[in-house]
C-alpha cells in the first residue's frame, strides 16, 4: 500500500522567506513522487516528479525537492518566496514505479505569502 | 497540442437527476484516470480507463456511479441519481506510457459539480 503524510496543512512565510513544504511517503515498491500546485478554482500543474534518475529533482518557478530513502521524504523547497505562490500544494506517490498507476494524493498544503 | 479538455466546467443539478462529465484526453494519450476532490480536502482515485477497458476501479463507488473510455470520442464519468454528497470537484488525467521516464499524468480543470 502506498500513503503520503503532509505536514501542515498550511504554511505562511514572508515574500523572499525561504518554502518549505514536508511531505514523508509510504510505498513497498520503487515509488515514483510529485508535487502538484493547484491555483483556486483550477486544475493541477505538475511543479516536479522523482522517477529514480536523480534525488535532487528541479521544477519549474524555482522549486525543487530531494528525495531521502532513509528519511522516506520528499520535501518541497523554494529560496525565495513570491506574492504569485501563494496556492495549495500536493504530494503524491504512485508506482510501481515501471507500469501506469493511479496516484495517491497528500491532503494539501496551502501557502500563503505575506507581503 | 491542447492539453486535456474537460467539460461542462461547472454543471448543476437536482438531488436525483443524472450528471455526466466528458474528458477528453491530451492527443496520443491512451490511459484516463478520474479522481473526485471534495471540499477541502485532496484528491481521491476514482477509476483508471484505457480504451474499452477498465484497468482499475477500486476507487469508484459501488452504486450510481459508472465510467467508460469508448474508441472514439471522449471519456465519461456517469453519476445516476445524484445526491447532494456527491458535489465536489471531478478531474480528469491523461496519460502515455514512455520508455525510460515512466509515467506522468496530466489534469484537466476540472468539472465542479453542485448538487442542489
Known amino acids: 500500500a502506498q500513503s503520503v503524510t503532509q505536514l501542515g496543512s498550511h504554511v505562511s512565510v514572508s515574500e523572499g522567506a525561504l518554502v518549505l513544504l514536508r511531505c514523508n511517503y509510504s510505498?513497498?515498491?520503487?515509488?515514483?513522487l510529485f508535487w502538484y500546485v493547484q491555483y483556486p478554482n483550477q486544475g493541477l500543474q505538475l511543479l516536479l516528479k522523482y522517477t529514480s534518475a536523480a534525488t535532487l529533482v528541479k521544477g519549474i518557478n524555482g522549486f525543487e525537492a530531494e528525495f531521502k530513502k532513509s528519511e522516506t521524504s520528499f520535501h518541497l523547497t523554494k529560496p525565495s518566496a513570491h506574492m504569485s505562490d501563494a496556492a495549495e500544494y500536493f504530494c503524491a506517490v504512485s508506482g510501481p514505479a515501471s507500469s501506469a498507476s493511479k496516484i495517491i494524493f497528500g491532503s494539501g498544503t496551502r501557502l500563503s505569502i505575506r507581503p | 497540442n491542447a492539453g486535456v479538455m474537460q467539460n461542462p466546467r461547472h454543471l448543476v443539478r437536482r438531488r436525483g437527476q443524472e450528471a455526466r462529465l466528458r474528458c477528453s484526453p491530451m492527443k496520443g494519450h491512451s490511459h484516463v484516470y478520474w479522481y473526485r476532490q471534495l471540499p477541502e480536502e485532496g484528491l481521491k482515485f476514482m477509476v483508471y480507463?484505457?480504451?474499452?477497458?477498465?484497468?482499475?476501479e477500486s476507487g469508484m463507488p459501488k452504486e450510481r456511479f459508472s465510467a467508460e473510455f469508448p474508441k472514439e470520442g471522449p471519456s465519461i464519468l456517469r453519476i445516476q441519481q445524484v445526491v447532494r454528497g456527491d458535489s465536489a470537484a471531478y478531474f480528469c488525467a491523461s496519460s502515455v506510457q514512455i520508455a525510460g521516464e515512466g509515467e506522468t499524468q496530466y489534469f484537466g480543470p476540472g468539472t465542479r459539480l453542485l448538487v442542489l
Open positions: 480507463l484505457q480504451k474499452e477497458n477498465i484497468i482499475d
Open positions: 510505498s513497498s515498491v520503487p515509488p515514483y
